[in-house]
């Protein structure tokens, strides 16, 4: 794959300060949290089951928040509704910092579990926000004969917030302790949230135009396009949701499964930023190819690695228990190596289908739609691995979320020739 092209390049240095950095900031500070929450979860008295439910909290926010974060960036515009929401976010970073010193000192009791549930709701909730609004700006910034290398590199920021993330939280716990993690997803998030408050033009409205079925009339032109466009959203969804299923299940699986081996949350969070190194060195390969060849040449591949990936760490995970650290690492390391070249391979892959089966006119709405509907696959990723654990071992889970991302490759392969942009023209608009 040949490298960005000149002209390319200069359109993604202008987001650079106003959707980029922010973006890597944010993620490196949740990338650096999220592998420590099931397991300070069982600090704190959960058990197995109820840790691993925690995530169902982001997966019930991407549900049920995207309709109405549209509506708040619609009636505030991007600039505030993206500074305040990332002021909530710095809050809940200090607020949990200072509860589990208190608390992890010391017996915690069901009031201080109750305080951990509700500030991790607020950065769920918060999160929504940033994501419909920057993904919804890019849609729009991004002309489409471009927009999955744009959309790539969006991904491959992400992603090297997660590389950082994790050995900036791996380098805070060995110097200090756990719960100044969130001390520095506070200081990130914060230092993010001021370029947004600099850089982010205060003009800005894109994200206010009127969301399907709101502003613009329901004639029944209006309501055949709603339905085809929901249509086309289901399909393709169909297949991309075990991905996101994989994802949200990855950062709970790997840690439960992690200290079930005997590995420490030192060793837990190396993985991790190992895992994401590999994947950003695939972030521009994959913007172009499915720039050149389509959405399935990226979008395939990814589903079904993720797939073997899961499966291989189930079956590893079993085979090697209890036979020492060094065992354990490999039993880690190894799935995680091949999730990570697939992941890889999908990124940005979830926003751009998003932006291609969303029409120009509304796309701040019906992108609230798709993003309604994967977060169907956010929530019920966590309530699986929870359900499964209460009757199996943690590796169980990571079977069977590979078995899911099998299934959506082979329907992937099927459906996205045919609804999403072919390599080299432009994006369905």
């Known amino acids: 794959m040949t490298a960005i092209d000149g002209p390319t390049a200069r359109v993604l240095r202008t987001l650079i300060p106003s959707v980029y950095a922010p973006t890597f900031l944010e993620f490196t ?37 995207p309709i109405p974060a549209g509506r708040l960036i619609a009636r505030l515009g991007a600039r505030p509704a993206l500074v305040g929401t990332g002021v909530l976010l710095v ?64 991904g491959g920021v992400l992603r090297l917030g997660e590389v950082v993330g994790p050995l900036l939280g791996a380098a805070v716990m060995a110097s200090w302790s756990i719960p100044a993690v969130f001390l520095l997803f506070a200081v990130v998030v914060g230092a993010g949230t001021a370029l947004i408050a600099l850089f982010l033009p205060p003009g800005e409205r894109t994200v206010r135009t009127a969301g399907p079925g709101r502003k613009l009339p329901r004639s029944p032109a209006r309501r055949r396009l709603d339905r085809a466009v929901l249509a086309r959203m289901a399909s393709v969804g169909a297949g991309i949701a075990p991905v996101m299923m994989a994802r949200v299940n990855r ?93 890889g391979l999908g990124s940005g892959i979830v926003m751009t289908l998003g932006i291609d089966v969303s029409p120009v006119h509304g796309r701040t709405g019906y ?41 959506g490759g082979a329907w992937l392969a099927r459906t996205l020739p045919r609804v999403t942009p072919s390599g080299g023209v432009r994006g369905r608009t």
């Open 29 to 65: 500070g949740l990338a650096a949290l999220l592998p420590l929450v099931p397991l300070i979860a069982l600090d704190l008295g959960f058990n197995v089951p109820q840790s691993a439910g925690l995530t169902v909290i982001f997966g019930a926010a991407s549900f049920l928040g």
């Open 251 to 343: 950062p709970v699986i790997v840690p439960l499964l992690g200290a079930a081996l005997g590995l420490d949350a030192l060793w837990i969070s190396i993985v991790f930023g190992v895992g994401a190194a590999v994947e950003i060195l695939l972030v521009v390969p994959a913007g172009t190819l499915m720039d050149r060849y389509g959405r399935a040449a990226a979008a395939v591949p990814c589903a079904l690695g993720l797939g073997a990936g899961f499966v291989l760490l189930a079956v590893l995970g079993t085979l090697l228990a209890g036979r020492g650290e060094a065992a354990a690492v490999v039993a880690l390391v190894v799935p995680m190596l091949l999730i990570a070249v697939s992941n």
């Open 91 to 154: 809050g809940a970073g200090l607020a949990l910092f200072a509860l589990l010193n208190a608390a992890l000192d010391a017996p915690s009791g069901p009031m201080e579990r109750a305080r951990f549930v509700a500030l991790l709701v607020v950065i769920a909730a918060a999160t929504q926000v940033w994501q419909l609004g920057r993904q919804s700006y890019l849609g729009t910034a991004l002309p489409p004969t471009m927009r999955a290398r744009g959309m790539t590199l969006f």
């Open 367 to 407: 992108l609230a739609w798709w993003n309604t509907m994967l977060g169907g696959g956010r929530l019920v990723a966590p309530l699986l691995v929870s359900g499964i654990t209460l009757l199996a071992p943690v590796a169980a889970a990571g079977a069977v979320t590979g078995a899911l991302c099998l299934a």
